[in-house]
């Protein structure tokens, strides 16, 4: 069915059950891809290159994420002048596996900087499409689950992908390649089964100036101040997100006091069983605002557990106390980001433009994602003894609760 891109979301078809499948199943593919990478293969394949510098990983992956702000509202606005969006789906898979099987065997850290700059461009232009097209097909009645579900793919991946290099953590190829090679399957099927849903009436027609391009980096908070404080809140509790995760591997091997390799299976087993928090946190909070219709509330109480995880993790020092901080901070991580994707497909600014404010609102998502990991190292080497992940940890809660109480308090278009 071709549906117009400017539909008034209460007017939107229900969307198939086979679309929406596929397109959980891509988006279960894409974060594994990519998130396994950033949170294990990174780290593995850095501690190979240059031992004992952990802070080449903040820059590596800030970089990464730097360059990808700059040009992810530039393929959301060639997005939104297209027919069909399934060309950034198969750029984006091909791009990224591509460069996955090349940090693998980089030689050095400039080489492996540069592999993760074209991985991450790959695999967050996929992310950013499925996301764009949740906004072209899904109607309001479903995008509470909707979201859930892509929230809940969306943890499940990493954590099935993180099982996946641990079981292969002593070939460095595989431990890349692997989750790359099943993403990029998954993706495939979904391009291949969405082929009506793709199309779309109506595209974005204004001319492609110089102006027009300076001008999709930005939007008028003023004249949307619903997306403009959702976008705040977005940022904040980012922020405190990639605080507390990005430099988790070396963490875990400081506080269990064992070598960066040998805690993929230490990382394997907390993610494991924290799948079952992230999945009732993805669909449980989805499934409930959609219900209650309430989202604002949904949001507040996912930086809250948020905060509670920090927290026990922060003076954990035993695997069981990284365990129930683990646990907590995925419910939360889950919970947060199924309601508030809902939020966010609520207040776009325009659906004809979807691809360019999606790109917006995905800059509250990368830039924590490239400053914090950038800021971390001056906060863990902020005391003179051993490296200061409390205060890492700590600043991060801080950050994601102000985040929550804003999406909570000054969003006024959503209840």
Avoid: C
Avoid at 10 to 21: N, S, T
Avoid at 61 to 73: K, R, W
Avoid at 229 to 239: C, Q
């Amino acid at each position: 069915m071709t549906v117009p891109a400017s539909v008034a979301p209460d007017v939107l078809p229900k969307a198939r059950g086979g679309f929406i499948f596929w397109m959980m199943a891509a988006n279960f593919g894409v974060a594994m891809a990519y998130v396994v990478p950033a949170a294990f293969s990174l780290a593995v394949r850095i501690d190979e290159l240059a031992p004992g510098r952990e802070e080449v990983l903040g820059y590596v992956t800030g970089t990464a994420q730097a360059v990808f702000l700059v040009l992810s509202p530039l393929i959301g606005v060639w997005s939104d002048r297209t027919r069909s969006r399934r060309p950034f789906l198969i750029a984006g898979g091909v791009l990224g596996l591509a460069a996955l099987a090349a940090i693998a065997v980089a030689p050095n850290l400039f080489l492996l900087g540069a592999g993760w700059i074209l991985a991450m461009l790959g695999w967050a232009t996929a992310a950013q499409t499925i996301l764009a097209l949740q906004a072209d097909r899904i109607p309001e009645e479903q995008r509470g689950r909707v979201s859930g579900f892509s929230g809940m793919t969306g943890q499940i991946g990493p954590t099935i992908g993180i099982g996946v290099a641990s079981a292969v953590s002593g070939n460095t190829f595989l431990v890349f390649m692997l989750p790359g090679l099943i993403g990029a399957a998954l993706l495939a099927v979904f391009v291949a089964t969405s082929k009506r849903e793709n199309i779309r009436a109506n595209v974005a027609t204004t001319p492609v100036s110089a102006r027009t391009l300076l001008g999709s980096y930005v939007f008028n908070p003023r004249k949307h101040p619903d997306f403009g404080w959702n976008w705040l809140g977005r940022l904040a509790f980012f922020m405190g997100l990639y605080f507390n995760t990005t430099f988790a591997t070396f963490f875990y091997a400081q506080r269990l006091d064992l070598p960066v390799r040998e805690v993929a299976g230490t990382v394997a087993v907390i993610s494991v069983i924290g799948l079952v928090a992230a999945t009732a946190g993805a669909i449980g909070g989805g499934y409930l605002s959609d219900k209650l219709r309430r989202r604002r509330l949904f949001a507040l109480i996912g930086a809250i557990f948020f905060v509670a995880g920090a927290v026990v993790e922060a003076f954990a020092h035993s695997f069981p106390a990284l365990l129930v901080g683990s646990v907590l901070m995925q419910l939360a991580i889950a919970f947060f980001s199924a309601v508030d994707q809902a939020i966010v497909l609520a207040v776009l600014p325009s659906r004809d433009e979807a691809g360019r404010y999606i790109a917006v609102v995905q800059f509250a998502h990368k830039l924590p994602s490239a400053v914090a990991p950038l800021i971390a190292p001056f906060i863990i080497a902020s005391s003179s003894g051993e490296k200061n992940y409390t205060l890492l940890y700590l600043t991060g809660a801080v950050l994601a609760l102000i985040g929550g109480l804003l999406v909570f308090t000054r969003v006024k278009a959503v209840r």
